[in-house]
């Protein structure tokens, strides 16, 4: 068992599959960061707002006013970096870095793609995706045909567990049994030629919930086997392509269709590079030429230890709501960074009262006067940030001389078309409860179920 | 390699094939018609309002002229009458600020209270101001109006005094038609652009993007309910969101006895837009509630149409509870207006909640989660 391990961690494998995985993750990255720009949501999202909402334990990371350009700018260079292999293991780590600092600076834009990007950038320091079709490897004369295959496995894993994982979250009883809440998004889309009448049927419904659970849980291993392969990768353009019209989800479908090439042997990837090459007239012999040369152990072993404890943890962390009482949908303790994705419909209304304790005088507050449109959705609906944005209102009066404040809010939510209910004890000052990881007393029972893994 | 340009040629032509939208003949039997539903909404309620709204505006403008060239009692009293007409007919188009109201503000350079009347007298003796300022809201529209025809004296003959023995008469008397006159040009702006083509370019952006007709108006409306009316003609006044009770804040405050029939019109106006019903008889089409009872038929649901309306009636019970001078009513007993604010309130939970998830309509655009 051992043996086979260690033998297995030897095993070589050819670089193609991790360059081209490189390249394309990096163009893709550059088009991202543009487009983000171009749709002017730097402004938008990270300056127009008066204060942002924090991820528990990084409340100092916030935007620079407008330095932020200024990492989104170095953001955009390092993923150019990143697809040509320039100093990239410095560049992957700068992605790496101005990447997660942007998504961490206000958790109202926390999208697991993002999450996912982060992750990847992550894996990707510890990868030799630069021995191979890239300017160092060109420069320095250290290419290498030859990678651990683990490299290239690691990847592999990583897709798998969020495909897989986002396939399990789907088997709850509202996606299976109430087609919820495509059965809300779905009727919406009635101007799609073709489609639009069809989204109107409830057995469409049905199929789509099954269908896109079952495509989760089972697409890694169709990518994996080699004869499911070519099916399979039919099956990841025809979904995602399908989510791509039906929900506003950007980038993220074609960087999902892209990646998943990596599970492809390296005869498409030199055929990919071949192609490449043509059209930019470089000479890929170069590299080919080479003489594969190994690793050092040393640095293995290293990398080795990361990457384990990476995907370890990557393993375990979307299990750790399991460790809360009460409905993972309703009070979303250990929802994020777990690969729960479109699972929810969740809407709401939160009406905060600003209380003199002394003089019993109370006064409701306008939201709009302190948050985005966009902001005041998303806190409307998840605890942290209604307590994140009681403390920073609190913060607010007592700046303007208010005394004895407490803070209490009335809120309704409604989640997968169930009528709105109430969701925080309005009894409760919020004043009084601190973030952190344990469970929120203070959220409201759900008055449903909902059956889950 | 072959495998792989086919996938990509297929995936190339499903995205053309998808954004190629238009001239796609409606053909939807069983589902519901939201072009129907956007018809109703401009043919049958909007823009008749509109034309409404510009005949009593007219109506104002005689009164107006009619005052400006004798300024008595009778001529004072007509003109009060007309603009309380007017301002009765603006309360049933406010909520529709979608299109050419939206880029004139038509909301805040009609209604926007409590007048500024420091600022308006400095304008009156000044003679020169701009009335498009931002800063310039408060001393125009209807509430100055106010100001100018009850608000300026303890008794009409004080009032009239301004207008006549006064050494700044001419000064009132322009400034006065002045906002008429400008009151005059908006609402024919935008009547006008829903006449000429901008009905079209309405019922025809029958999309569900956020920036699609269905979606925007949705948003304007429940936004309208709940900042206009719910906050801004009972909460505000009542003090809901300060440390004591603002009764200077209560619409047509000089005329206060007229602030709860605003309020009323509104309220009814926000429900016969729900209910689809037509502006000035009692037809009813396609709308918020037949959508809704739609949606339903798939969702099996609660009646969420039925919960609205009913809540609607439960609201305009408690604010005909009221003084019908809301001034008095927050002084005698406010925590009558703060009943009335928490019915209002328990409408904007069911629509800007259910209503808009059920739904679906867009807050804004932005990425949202994807798989």
């Known amino acids: 068992m051992k043996t086979a391990f260690s033998n297995y961690l030897k095993k070589p494998t050819e670089a193609a599959p991790l360059a081209v995985f490189r390249i394309f993750f990096g ?45 989104f700018a170095v953001c955009a260079i390092s993923a150019m970096l990143v697809a040509v292999g320039y100093k990239y293991r410095w560049a992957i780590s700068v992605f790496f870095l101005s990447f997660t600092y942007i998504e961490l600076m206000d958790k109202t834009t926390y999208l697991n793609h993002y999450y996912f990007i982060s992750c990847l950038s992550f894996l990707m320091i510890f990868l030799p995706a630069h021995r191979y079709f890239s300017l160092d490897a060109w420069q320095s004369g250290k290419a290498s045909k030859i990678v651990p295959a683990w490299t290239i496995d690691s990847i592999k894993l990583l897709l798998g567990i969020v495909y897989f994982y986002a396939g399990l979250a789907k088997l709850n009883s509202d996606w299976l049994f109430r087609a919820m809440p495509l059965k809300i998004w779905l009727p919406s889309k009635y101007d799609l030629p073709l489609l639009g009448s069809l989204l109107q049927e409830e057995w469409v419904h049905y199929v789509f919930s099954w269908s896109g659970m079952l495509y989760d849980v089972s697409i890694p291993f169709l990518l994996l086997y080699r004869k499911t392969r070519w099916f399979a990768f039919g099956m990841v353009v025809i979904f995602h392509v399908l989510t791509r019209v039906l929900f506003p989800i950007g980038m993220f479908p074609f960087i999902m269709i892209v990646s998943t090439l990596v599970f492809f042997d390296a005869n498409l990837h030199h055929k990919i590079l071949n192609g490449i090459s043509r059209i930019l007239n470089i000479d890929k012999k170069r590299w080919d030429l080479q003489l594969p040369n190994a690793m050092q152990p040393a640095v293995r072993k290293f990398q080795l230890l990361i990457v384990g404890f990476f995907l370890a943890v990557q393993l375990l962390f979307p299990w750790r709501y399991l460790l809360y009482p009460g409905e993972l949908f309703w009070t979303e303790e250990g929802y994020r960074f777990s690969w729960r994705v479109m699972l929810m419909e969740k809407a709401g209304y939160a009406q905060f009262k600003i209380r003199n304790g002394e003089t019993d005088t109370s006064f409701y507050i306008d939201n709009s006067d302190f948050l985005t449109p966009f ?76 059956s889950e893994l | 390699m072959q495998r792989f340009l086919i996938l990509f040629g297929a995936l190339a032509f499903m995205l053309v094939a998808c954004s190629d939208d238009d001239n796609t003949p409606q053909e939807d039997i069983d589902s519901f018609n939201r072009t129907a539903m956007l018809e109703n909404w401009a043919d049958n309620i909007i823009i008749p309002g509109y034309d409404v709204l510009n005949n009593a505006i007219n109506d104002l403008n005689n009164a107006t002229d009619q005052f400006v060239a004798m300024p008595d009692a009778t001529n004072l009293a007509n003109l009060r009458a007309a603009w309380r007409e007017s301002y009765r007919t603006f309360q049933k188009v406010s909520m529709f600020e979608i299109g050419k109201a939206e880029a004139v503000f038509f909301r805040a350079r009609f209604n926007t209270y409590p007048t500024d009347t420091a600022t308006l007298e400095a304008a009156v003796l000044d003679g020169n101001y701009n009335l498009e300022l931002p800063s310039n809201r408060d001393i ?33 008397l322009s400034y006065l038609r002045e906002l008429v006159v400008e009151l005059q040009t908006l609402s024919e702006e935008v009547h006008n652009d829903w006449t000429n083509g901008y009905r079209d370019t309405f019922v025809s952006n029958d999309g569900s993007s956020a920036s699609a007709s269905v979606d925007k108006l949705t948003n304007d409306y429940v936004f309208y309910y709940e900042k206009a009316l719910r906050a801004g003609k009972i909460g505000i006044p009542a003090g809901v969101f300060s440390n004591q009770p603002l009764p200077q804040n ?17 309220l009814q106006s926000t429900q016969d837009f729900f209910n689809g019903k037509s502006f000035g008889n009692n037809q009813t089409g396609p709308s918020f509630k037949s959508y809704l009872n739609y949606l339903n038929t798939i969702k099996n649901g609660e009646d969420l149409s039925q919960l609205i309306n009913d809540q609607f009636d439960v609201a305009q019970n408690k604010l005909e509870a009221l003084n019908a001078s809301l001034v008095q009513q927050i002084q005698q007993d406010n925590t009558k207006m703060y009943e009335a604010f928490d019915e ?25 989660d994807g798989d």
Request: glycine fraction near 6%; charged fraction near 20%.
């Open chain 2, 140 to 172: 125009q529209g209807f509430p100055a109006l106010d100001y100018l025809l009850n608000g300026l004296g303890e008794n009409d003959a004080d009032i009239l005094e301004h207008y006549t023995f006064n050494p700044n008469a001419t000064k009132y």
């Open chain 2, 344 to 368: 209002l309130q328990r409408n904007v939970i069911l629509m800007k909640v259910d209503m808009l998830q059920a739904m679906d309509v867009n807050v804004d655009y932005v990425d949202t």
């Open chain 1, 375 to 450: 902001q005041e959705k998303q806190m409307s609906f998840q605890p942290d940030f209604i307590l994140e944005y009681a403390h920073k209102l609190a913060d607010h009066f007592r700046k303007q001389g208010h005394e004895n404040i407490e803070v209490y809010v009335e809120s309704y939510v409604a989640l997968n078309g169930r009528r709105s209910q109430p969701f925080i004890d309005p009894s409760i000052n919020l004043l009084e409860q601190q973030e952190s990881f344990q469970h929120k007393t203070w959220i409201l029972p759900f008055n449903d179920t909902i």
């Open chain 1, 27 to 71: 163009l893709m990255m550059f088009g991202s960061i543009l487009r983000f720009w171009a749709n002017g949501w730097i402004e938008k999202l990270y300056l127009e707002p008066k204060f942002h909402f924090s991820f528990y334990g990084f409340e100092w990371v916030q935007p620079l006013g407008v330095a932020t350009y200024g990492i």
């Open chain 2, 250 to 266: 209560v619409e047509s405050y000089y005329n206060p006895e007229f602030s709860r029939e605003l309020a009323l019109i509104a």
